[in-house]
């Protein structure tokens, strides 16, 4: 499949938010929409008293995401879509951008109020001490049962990060325990909106148990921001009422909301190189795109234990395109088209992983290994799709024990590499 981009030649970057990439078959099939287009463009852009060329390029769908905000060429393109009735829409990714602008000026400005202090001192009231480094070590404890790469790499970590990230990482877990869990069959969106509750009431510093205790103090410790905790809570939301996917857009919403938000929670805590010359914003960037990376590696993986549930976390329009339904997926046969289909989202999973780990030399050094551990750890899930020949319906992919010990030391080697004077993420 390809995308027509449009794309107005400017002096500068700065209009680039009226860029956009369009669908090939939505431009080219609708001259009401396109002409639509270009009138707000110049609209905007003779507002700005620049003058604008048309050329179209045609490439690689799947080039569009990973590209934008990135710092690349591709970055000044922003991605305001048509509906099918030839309307203009925000796309998720757009809109999820914002929000990593908004995060990354939010950081920044915390950072800026106290400037010397990159971690808060301790408050320590009589008797609380104990009780928090208990929290904390109930956190250890579970991050050390369910997730037994990450807990390895936060060991590398300062205590007092590794500490958070565990907090940050049990409250994650637990979300995702109300919709994926053993009581996952009782949960309401009201039960959804009281946990949101309770995770106002933890950053207000009230919180209801021991876990999220730890959190609290997490959060007053570290620049972390409320926002992408809700956007969490608003992506199993999401997961509850529904099982099907129309197009990527879609699909990349969910995958910011259950995934790439965690990106956004742990940077604050990882922290940003001090020598590092790229913008906090492109570091977030790539902090969200490991965050669908892993998420679309995930749902590449459980294809077939998703389907058992009902659950296509695929885009309908690309299955379309490829041949293949909803049946051929409950069908669970590997045919040619599935293959192709499959290495088709393998290839954008991949690029997604790439801007990450463009981001991960910009992290502290001490987060680096952690996180390209884990990176090299979970990209390694795609080569498995490819070794089992595609069969994700009967066969889980799976890192072997092998495998991953030696992305360890490969992860090492990456991460003592500082952040360069020309990165690849650039300062805006
Ligand atoms: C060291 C490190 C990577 C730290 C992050 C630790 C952390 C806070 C993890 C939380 C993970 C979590 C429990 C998320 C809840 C939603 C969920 C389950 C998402 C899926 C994770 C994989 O889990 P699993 O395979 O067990 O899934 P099942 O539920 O069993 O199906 C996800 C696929 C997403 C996890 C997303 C991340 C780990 C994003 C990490 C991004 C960063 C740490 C930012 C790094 C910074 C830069 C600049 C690249
Ligand atoms: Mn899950």
């Not at 800026?112 to 320590?124: A, G, H, N, W």
């Not at 608003?234 to 857009?249: A, C, I, P, V």
């Not at 360890?408 to 300062?427: D, E, G, N, Q």
Request: aromatic share 10%; net charge positive.
């Amino acid at each position: 499949m390809t995308v027509t981009l449009l794309w107005v030649a400017t002096p500068s970057a700065e209009v680039s938010n009226y860029f956009g990439f369009l669908d090939s078959f939505r431009v080219l099939d609708s001259p009401k929409f396109a002409s639509r287009y270009r009138n707000l463009l110049s609209k905007n852009s003779s507002k700005k008293g620049r003058s604008q060329k048309w050329k179209s390029f045609s490439f690689d769908a799947d080039l569009r995401y990973p590209c934008v905000g990135s710092g690349s060429k591709l970055s000044a393109v922003s991605s305001m879509i048509a509906t099918p009735a030839g309307e203009m829409a925000i796309s998720s990714e757009e809109m999820v951008y914002n929000v990593v602008l908004k995060q990354a000026a939010l950081v920044n400005k915390q950072l800026r109020d106290r400037r010397d202090l990159e971690v808060k001192p301790e408050i320590v009231l009589p008797g609380s001490l104990g009780l928090l480094s208990e929290a904390y070590e109930r956190c250890r404890e579970v991050c050390a049962e369910y997730a037994k790469t990450f807990y390895l790499g936060t060991m590398l970590m300062t205590p007092e990060r590794r500490r958070a990230i565990w907090a940050i990482y049990v409250w994650c877990r637990r979300t995702d325990e109300l919709v994926d869990g053993p009581n996952a069959s009782h949960i309401t969106p009201t039960a959804l909106d009281r946990w949101e509750a309770r995770l106002e009431d933890l950053f207000q510093g009230r919180p209801f148990d021991m876990l999220d205790a730890a959190l609290a103090d997490t959060v007053v410790r570290f620049p972390v921001d409320i926002q992408p905790f809700k956007d969490m809570i608003e992506g199993m939301r999401m997961d509850l009422r529904k099982s099907r996917y129309q197009n990527f857009d879609e699909l990349y919403l969910y995958c910011y909301y259950v995934a790439g938000t965690v990106g956004l929670m742990s940077v604050p805590v990882m922290g940003i190189a001090p020598e590092s010359q790229a913008s906090t914003e492109s570091v977030y960037n790539a902090a969200l795109a490991l965050g669908i990376a892993n998420q679309l590696t995930n749902i590449l993986r459980d294809v077939g234990e998703d389907a058992r549930r009902g659950r296509v976390y695929l885009p309908q329009d690309e299955l379309a395109q490829a041949g293949l339904s909803d049946d051929d997926i409950f069908a669970g046969k590997v045919t040619d088209k599935w293959r192709n289909f499959m290495k088709s989202q393998i290839k954008r999973a991949r690029m997604f992983f790439d801007e990450a780990e463009k981001g991960v030399r910009e992290l502290s050094s001490a987060s680096r290994w952690p996180v390209l551990a884990s990176l090299l750890l979970y990209r390694q899930i795609l080569d498995e799709i490819e070794a089992n020949d595609y069969n994700n319906f009967t066969k889980r992919a799976y890192v072997g024990k092998a495998k991953k010990i030696a992305a360890l030391p490969m992860a090492y080697a990456k991460s003592i590499i500082s952040p360069s004077r020309t990165p690849a993420l650039t300062k805006a």
